[in-house]
């Protein structure tokens, strides 16, 4: 990547996992290890541990986000989060369409669409997730699936986004082991940046991040992090630990 454009993104996305004591230890240990990172790091813990990670980090360079929202302000929605409240909670970063989310909870492009609207109305900054899954990928689909998830938030539906980043996350790559190699990482990412390019213009396309997502780990975020087109890492399992996302975070400090 090109560093005076993109500053790197990496983002700890910890599903459902950890407990309070966990996650206040988790963020003793990176107060410790972070010094000056050279990525905007953010960290989106389960909503129960938001309270916590935010008194962890505070004063620290590292943002908060949910991992989900509901697309409306509030409402009668039992079980669900509106941006305000994620807001008022201290996150600054929301997900959105992470693949487990279209996965279990069913969401399309458009929902991930209006979510990524509701979030930018309370001033959340919404990392929207993209992939393929593996039988995609197999039939030779994946820029036909990464060209429709891109035109739904892209889309003029709800107006032009004034903000957000991207993760792709390419569904057979996520807590497998089965990291995508740079190259098709790269391609994807490529991909990508031109779908931003040809509906937002060259100098927009050109300043969105795109993160990669799927089996990060301190191990390989270096060769990852060197393609043009990786600006950042969406890190599940190696982000529970501080340690191991210290490193990935130190990693992208390794290419200029
Ligand atoms: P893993 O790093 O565990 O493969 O998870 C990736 C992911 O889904 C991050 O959002």
Known sequence: MNPSMRRPLVAANWKMHLVRAEARTFCRTLVGELGAPPAEVVVFPSFPLIDSVVDGLAGMPVAVG???LHPRASGAHTGDVSAQQLADAGCTWVLCGHSERRADHA????????KAHAARAADLVPLICVGETGEQRK???TFAVLERQLAAVLGSEHGELDRFDLAYEPVWAIGTGETATPEIAQEAHAFIRSELARRLGDERGESIRIAY??????ANAASLGAAPDIDGFLVGGASLDAESFSG????CGART
């Not at 997502?213 to 301190?218: E, L, R």
Request: aromatic share 0%; no cysteine; net charge negative.
């Open 213 to 218: 997502g799927g089996s990060v780990k301190p």
């Open 107 to 114: 969401e399309d492009d458009a929902l991930v669409a209006a």
């Open 248 to 251: 990935i975070i130190a990693a």
């Open 66 to 68: 949910g991992q989900d």
């Open 139 to 141: 039939a030779g689909k």
